[in-house]
């Protein structure tokens, strides 16, 4: 692998020291990079936090500056946590129904039967991103043309080319779901938008502040991190067309190979948490009121937890990767992210035979410490029909 091909930075300090330490604006994150560590670090929410009252702080790059809405449930801990999460849990399980399904492959399935008519194609821009913005409406349930304005928005949506925090582009975001709102309110349907203003919870009405936190993070959440995993497996198919065949040859591994491509590509790398008291982590001192990072990234290639971490092997059997976060804030979207890449493999086994890169662009994370790959800012690929 040379194209597709995702290094793991992080190897040697964690073998060495099991943290790593990064800058963020002028504020510290210890990164905690062992699987056994992250997933205890997770679990231990009373000693590192997702809520308090700095809205935003946990994302990494914070996102304090151009963000007063706590996004929910994720910038919340047990019990309240909780009692948001199942209110919402049923409508994110929706992409395990048939009719969804269908209506996903219907999408993926005419997107791949354009590009198959073109001479190349901009993956990231002309294929993820539509495929990514077109698969939300489902998740949203509202019309399929909505797509074409989020499409317009770009791939990022509080990131521009000239800065990693552009608040005027998060404020289209936030006007846009403050209109969308008020429509529902006014024109009840069948939207996530509307079922969420007919949510109870604690023998009340949602807020309109907690329904736009809500959306804020269905919609900036599940963005990027399924465009990179879209843009990633095409790369990877496009220089190893016999996994391809392999898994045509056997549809039965499709499962497995989802699963396996999360834990190499690790779409989101890392999530960071506040420590509300003085503690440690791997033997390392971790002050009240610091940050830290929970770095799926890293614990996904633990030499520890997987043979042969740093290869893609598309049967692996035993498989228990950070991807999608884990503890009580594990990916609320996971369900419809890895729909979305089984239904993209079906499609591609049945129409395209291989794939061709012509040119490329890497996207690299700049972590001070540490530099990581996480696919690609542009890259053009040739698709070649099944015959």
Same mark, same amino acid.
């Given at each position: ?18 943290? @790593? ?22 679990? &231990? ?5 997702? /809520? @308090? ?15 007063? =809405?706590? #996004? ?23 992409? #395990?129904?048939?009719?969804? #399904? ?6 993926? /399935? ?21 495929? #990514? ?7 949203? &349930? ?38 969308? =709102?008020?429509?529902?309110?006014? &024109? ?16 009340? *009405? ?49 499962? +497995? ?23 440690? =982590?791997?033997?390392?001192?971790? *002050? ?38 884990? /503890? ?9 992210? +890895? ?35 996480? @696919?690609?800012?542009? =890259? ?8």
């Amino acid at each position: 692998m040379k194209v597709s091909r995702i290094p793991d930075p992080f190897e040697k300090a964690r073998k060495e020291k099991g943290i @790593g330490h990064m800058n963020d604006q002028e504020d510290h994150v210890q990164m905690v990079l062992g699987l056994k560590d992250v997933r205890k670090t997770a679990h &231990n929410w009373k000693t590192f936090q997702s /809520g @308090g009252s700095e809205i935003g702080r946990i994302v990494i790059p914070s996102e304090q500056k151009i963000r007063d =809405i706590r #996004q929910i449930p994720f910038e919340l801990d047990p019990p309240e946590h909780g009692e948001y999460r199942q209110l919402l849990e049923a409508w994110f399980k929706r992409p #395990q129904e048939a009719g969804y #399904q269908k209506k996903l492959e219907q999408q993926i /399935g005419t997107l791949v039967h354009e590009v198959l008519k073109k001479d190349s194609v901009e993956v990231v821009s002309e294929f993820a991103l539509p495929l #990514q913005s077109r698969a939300l409406t489902l998740l949203l &349930n509202i019309p399929y043309a909505e797509s074409e304005l989020w499409i317009a928005w770009g791939v990022h949506v509080f990131r521009s080319e000239t800065t990693a925090l552009d608040k005027d582009k998060a404020n289209v975001l936030y006007k846009y779901i403050d209109d969308r =709102i008020d429509n529902a309110t006014a &024109n009840p349907g069948d939207d996530l938008y509307s079922v969420l203003l007919d949510t109870d919870i604690n023998g009340r *009405k949602l807020t309109k502040e907690e329904i736009k936190g809500i959306l804020v993070l269905t919609f900036a959440g599940g963005r990027d991190t399924v465009i990179n995993m879209v843009t990633n497996t095409i790369a990877y198919f496009a220089e190893h067309p016999e996994s391809l065949q392999k898994l045509r040859d056997n549809p039965d591994l499709i499962g +497995r190979a989802v699963e396996e491509f999360v834990r190499y590509f690790s779409p989101l790398t890392q999530m960071g948490r506040v420590a509300t008291e003085d503690t440690q =982590i791997c033997a390392h001192a971790v *002050k009240a009121n610091s940050r830290v990072s929970l770095c799926w990234a890293s614990a996904n290639r633990d030499e520890r937890v997987f043979d042969t971490p740093n290869d893609i092997v598309l049967d692996r059997k035993l498989n228990p990767h950070l991807g999608f976060g884990f /503890g009580h804030h594990k990916c609320l979207g996971a369900t419809h992210a +890895r729909q979305v890449l089984r239904t993209l493999i079906q499609v591609l086994i049945a129409n395209v035979a291989t794939m061709t890169v012509l040119e490329y662009k890497e996207n690299i994370e700049d972590l001070d410490e540490f530099k990581r790959k996480v @696919g690609f800012n542009s =890259i053009q690929v040739k698709f070649n029909r099944l015959s």
